[in-house]
């Protein structure tokens, strides 16, 4: 089976050259438009100090503040064109890395889907059918007055089986390709007919081979020993007589190809006496239909159902054994993950420019490390699970960060910061109890910066 994987729909991706140019384009609109306005601002206090030159009180009173806050202006719009520039550039890599993720993750599904596709091996219950006559009345018209008209028809009613004792041999294989799994069935069914009718003893025994076979091999019904001859090829309707009081056995054998599922199909009929054995000789087998065995047994890479009713039963859905595969889980964790990272990021910058003085080169370190740990993360994951190699990654990170400080107070100010904005939110991005996980995280980055600036850690800030 073919499955067309496809990425997360309406997300920037930076393989798609339209799409970058598109963003590149707004991107350097919306910068002209702020050095338009940086500069404009610049020159308005220009000309207003050039035009207040005649009286240098005036102009010292308002250039000097202007001046300060235009020089002030200017630093911290540095800090904000680089974070700016790190969050667009990390969310472009984050999405890309989102859709490839989730392009893998698409793609594991259908590999395993394949793994177990194709049509499934059905085999329907004999029947036993016979032809009766039954009377039956109609009305006609005979020189013009109605007739009532007293008749036969030819009927085609079914006998119940007495008895059914079947047993299936199921082997797993795969196909040329080694895409998808087949079975290998070695069938071998047993039924009882006693005829309980005391007017008829012409019977046709209508037993089909499997649906979904790819391949019928020794096909062969024998009644009391002795096989019963086909009419036609196509034709699997053996006519045989039976006298009344009296019963026979037929034996149906075969080996089928086919599907990756077996099933056993009644068609509403009553089954009596009814006996299944399927017998699957590989692992992962399991029961389908949700008809639940009277008894399952395994050994090692066998496992055998046993179906057995003693008195009359009707079942709707079919018995059955099927491939079961393991469940693929925690899917959609990784994308999650990615698309809220650079929302992340701004909060361990935030922590960080609220704890030290940092400069630009520290900011374009950080943020280096921290997508390079998330790249990391999400090739690691493929192989590894997502918890142990996110621990992996934080010890790192921690040990990177640590140089961040100017000396001990400052390098344990960051390691908090690094842990209550980065560790524990994407460790709990990748955990069941994220929100738990998210508000812890958020209260010790509250506590952190209440502690840091309202009591005496304060000063921390102005060591060197």
Not at 15 to 38: D, K, N, R
Request: proline share 5%.
């Amino acid at each position: 089976m073919s499955v067309d994987a496809k990425g997360i729909p309406g997300l920037p991706d930076l393989t798609h050259p339209q799409e970058l140019l598109q963003f590149g384009t707004q991107l350097l609109q919306g910068s002209l438009l702020l050095v338009f306005i940086i500069i404009a601002l610049g020159i308005a206090i220009a000309l207003i100090s050039f035009s207040l030159r005649r009286y240098p009180t005036e102009q010292a009173v308002f250039f000097g503040p202007w001046s300060i806050r235009y020089t002030q202006l200017l630093q911290g719009l540095q800090h904000l064109a680089l974070i700016l520039i790190l969050l667009v550039t990390g969310f472009f890599l984050c999405s890309t890395l989102s859709n490839r993720y989730h392009y893998w993750e698409q793609a594991k599904v259908a590999q395993v889907a394949a793994s177990v596709a194709g049509d499934k091996l059905e085999q329907i219950a004999p029947q036993v059918r016979y032809i009766t006559e039954e009377p039956y009345v109609y009305t006609t018209q005979v020189n013009g007055k109605i007739v009532k008209v007293n008749d036969k028809q030819k009927v085609t009613r079914y006998l119940t089986l007495a008895s059914s004792q079947i047993q299936v041999k199921i082997d797993q294989s795969v196909d040329v390709q080694n895409r998808s799994s087949i079975y290998q069935t070695d069938y071998t069914a047993n039924y009882k007919v006693i005829n309980e009718l005391s007017n008829i003893n012409s019977f046709f025994l209508e037993v089909p081979p499997p649906n979904g076979s790819l391949i019928l091999r020794s096909y062969k019904v024998e009644r009391d020993g002795t096989k019963l001859k086909q009419t036609n090829n196509d034709n699997y309707s053996f006519p045989f007589r039976l006298e009344p009081g009296t019963e026979t056995t037929f034996k149906v054998t075969y080996q089928a190809d086919g599907g990756p599922r077996w099933v056993y199909s009644s068609s509403n009929q009553l089954l009596s006496q009814f006996r299944l054995v399927a017998i699957a000789n590989f692992s992962n087998a399991d029961f389908a239909s949700g008809i639940i065995p009277n008894d399952i047994k395994s050994d090692g890479n066998s496992t055998q159902f046993t179906w057995t009713f003693a008195e009359n039963v009707a079942v709707k859905n079919p018995f059955g054994v099927f491939t079961s595969t393991k469940p693929i889980d925690k899917t959609g964790i990784i994308p999650r993950l990615l698309l809220l990272a650079p929302a992340l990021f701004l909060w361990w910058i935030l922590l960080l420019y609220l704890s030290l003085p940092i400069t630009l080169k520290d900011v374009t370190i950080a943020g280096g490390i921290f997508f390079a740990c998330l790249l990391t993360l999400t090739y690691m994951t493929r192989v590894i699970n997502a918890e142990l190699a996110w621990l992996m990654i934080a010890l790192i990170f921690l040990a990177l960060i640590y140089g961040l400080g100017a000396n001990r107070h400052h390098s344990l100010a960051a390691i908090i910061c690094t842990i209550a904005g980065v560790i524990l939110p994407v460790f709990g991005l990748l955990i069941p109890f994220t929100g738990l996980t998210l508000s812890i995280a958020g209260l010790l980055s509250a506590a952190w910066l209440a502690v840091l600036h309202w009591y005496s850690w304060y000063n921390l800030r102005e060591e060197s």
